[in-house]
């Protein structure tokens, strides 16, 4: 059932309106506070897991690029927050949200930060 409600409240922090997502926000750090064994997991399925970003070189007999290697411009990023309740890609991990939304919409990014302070 928590892993059922994380799915939930994923779904809907991905959502553009952020009025909406403001109060989810709320409600999520409430979920996220609740002390059972299952805590640690909630962390890492709303939040993500880091991971180095990494690409196959196609034309180099298949070696692997990883992290800094891949970075072109200095504000890309050389890591990914993966949440394991996504299979799909249109729906994140709320750390990967916030990095994503940084410098273009710097009001959610604020918000979300007070809403779960």
């Known amino acids: 059932m928590t892993r059922k409600i994380a799915k ?14 403001s109060l989810y926000l709320k409600s999520l750090k409430k979920f996220l ?6 805590k640690t ?17 196609f034309r180099q007999n298949n070696k692997y690029e990883y992290g800094v290697e891949l970075v072109e411009r200095i504000n890309d990023e050389a890591y990914v927050y993966v949440s394991t309740l996504m299979s799909t890609s249109t729906e994140e991990s709320l750390m990967t949200l ?3 939304q940084r410098g273009r919409m710097d ?10 302070i």
């Not at 939930?8 to 997502?21: A, C, T, Y």
């Not at 506070?33 to 299952?38: M, T």
């Not at 009001?107 to 779960?116: G, I, W």
């Open 98 to 100: 916030l990095l994503k």
């Open 107 to 116: 009001t959610f990014c604020v918000k979300a930060l007070k809403d779960l």
């Open 33 to 38: 506070l609740i002390d059972d064994s299952l």
């Open 8 to 21: 939930v409240f994923l779904k809907s922090v991905n959502q553009p309106n952020i009025d909406r997502v």
């Open 41 to 57: 997991q909630r962390l890492e399925w709303i939040f993500g897991v880091s991971q180095l970003i990494s690409k196959s070189k």
